[in-house]
């Protein structure tokens, strides 16, 4: 079971005002919800520097008639199949696809399989979002 721990910090006056004003925008409750995404979001930071295990997805945009460019993608994904947990391909226009990869594993090595896609001739656009395997913070 989880605890609650409850703490003050003090802020200026400026710095809490316009972090009240991000916050209503972002359609947080509260700061508290609003400071414990901050503190989610650096320990996924960290895992990431670090090489830790994260769950991520590549998002692409690609050119499919692009002469053997589908054949390198699944290619390079074949290379790192342990890191791939599942894929989709959208079909956007005539010559336009989405793929969207998800994946799960070291940070460095999905950080590859992106950058390994994004270098083929033929992509467009590449986005990796990462985020935390485990509710602790360390991905367990």
Request: aromatic letters at 4%; glycine letters at 8%.
């Amino acid at each position: 079971m989880s605890k609650l721990y409850r703490f003050g910090i003090s802020l200026e006056k400026p710095l809490i005002d316009a972090f009240d004003k991000h916050i209503r925008k972002q359609n947080y409750q509260n700061r508290s919800e609003a400071i414990r995404d901050l503190i989610r979001n650096e320990l996924v930071q960290k895992q990431w520097k670090e090489g830790g295990i994260v769950a991520g997805v590549i998002v692409m945009n690609y050119n499919h008639h692009k002469r053997e460019l589908v054949s390198r993608m699944l290619d390079i994904q074949h290379d790192f199949q342990g890191l791939i947990i599942s894929t989709q391909h959208i079909h956007l226009t005539h010559h336009d696809c989405l793929e969207i990869i998800a994946t799960k594993g070291k940070a460095s090595e999905i950080g590859d399989l992106a950058s390994r896609l994004k270098a083929l001739i033929g992509v467009k656009h590449v986005n990796l979002s990462i985020t935390s395997v485990g509710d602790d913070g360390h991905g367990h």
